[in-house]
């Protein structure tokens, strides 16, 4: 049997919040609302250079704790050296924005104020959230720094986002925004920093495909790609490359994340298959459509002129043509979205498909399925595994998958499965 880890802590989750000196540093004021709201217990470090775009006393009304600068580094009103003491608190310390002054000092070791020293005290993952002026960003120096930071499995960097700067340049470095900085803490939060993705290629599909009957009327569902987005972006954060197939969606692809926008299951399907062969996890989470219209109209079609029954015929099968063409050693995961008992038709689906896993989502419930946030679901495997995931974001349901996917295949692995 496959044992996982519990889906919910014992205690709070602990995160410092480290703000450099740079204008960046008023979006942390949301972060830390937001993060606090969650539940999270929040001490947020500021250094001298932060303090002249944002007040220790903003951040400590919002973290509801007391913000802590140099001046309380240097002063002996702790039973314990104050950076000792955070660095073994912390489960994981953010610093947001890391200005290029600060990424020297920690590509180098050093340690000259709080912030530094907490981060050498503490052994906990630490998530870096760059912004600075483009060529600053782009200096050989700079990301000489970046690439080397990075090679310590500690530090998990985020991408600069491109668009017009403070300075009014218009290029890369700015900071990544809260919404994004929130999700990668989660994910932290929950693998405790693991890459256990690191070399591996997830290929995943999302959203529902519209089969149209002319160019403004189609055959489609609720599906909204929530999931598969959370699905990425957990692949994402553990060290996966990731190439997402989606149709429709409202939301942001995240950087780094290789995007291919489909309307129809027919290029869904093409597109799928087109990336297969260089996959070793096949995630198929979007809602494909089962039938189309017979006949496509190249005009609007009056309305007087739309048919009273409507021809219809099957689209192609795409998880079943993908189960035909994967290899040993690729994983390929189903999704199947039910009513009522979720678990019979999932375990059909799974084993006519010749599926490795698959997901059992009940649709009728509150708080799940189609454009909500949350998500339950029964995980079934080919070798008879079942666990089932109670209501949570969509986000930990991903790295659930993720895990229970990393233990079933190496068991089939083991047993030659």
Known sequence: MLHLPPQTPNRKTRVIIAVGGGIAAYKVCELVSTLFKTGVEIRVILTPAAQQFITPLTLATLSRHCAYTDDDFWQATHSRPLHIELGEWADLLVIAPLTAHTLAKLAYGMADNLLTNTVLASTCPVLLAPAMNTDMWLQLAVQRNWRQLLTDSRYHGMMTASGLLACDRIGAGRMAEPPEILTYIQ???????????????????????????????????????????????????????????????????????????????????????????????????????????????????????????????????????????KQPHQFLVGFAAQTGDIVTPAMAKLQNKNLDMIVANPIDKPESGFGSDNNQAIFLDKLGNQREIASC????????????VGLSHAEAQRRGV
């Not at 149209?212 to 609720?222: A, E, K, Q, T």
């Open 187 to 325: 994910s932290l939060l929950h693998t405790g920093g693991k890459r256990d993705l690191i070399g591996k290629n997830v290929l995943i599909s999302a959203g529902g495909t519209r089969e149209y009957l002319d160019p403004v009327r189609f055959i489609g569902n609720p599906s909204t790609g929530k999931m598969g987005l959370a699905l990425a972006q957990a692949a994402l954060h553990r060290g996966a490359n990731v190439t997402l197939v989606h149709g429709s969606a409202t939301w942001d692809v995240p950087l780094g994340v290789q995007a291919i926008p489909v309307v129809s299951a027919e290029e869904m399907q093409q597109a799928m298959q087109s990336y297969l062969h260089n996959a070793d996890v096949i995630i198929m989470s979007a809602a494909v459509a089962d039938v189309k219209p017979r006949d496509y109209s190249t005009e609007k079609l009056p309305k007087r002129s739309l048919p009273q029954s409507l021809p219809l015929e099957p689209v192609a099968d795409i998880i079943a043509q993908l189960a035909q063409l």
């Open 393 to 404: 974001s969509k986000l930990q349901m991903a790295h659930y998958l993720f895990d229970f």
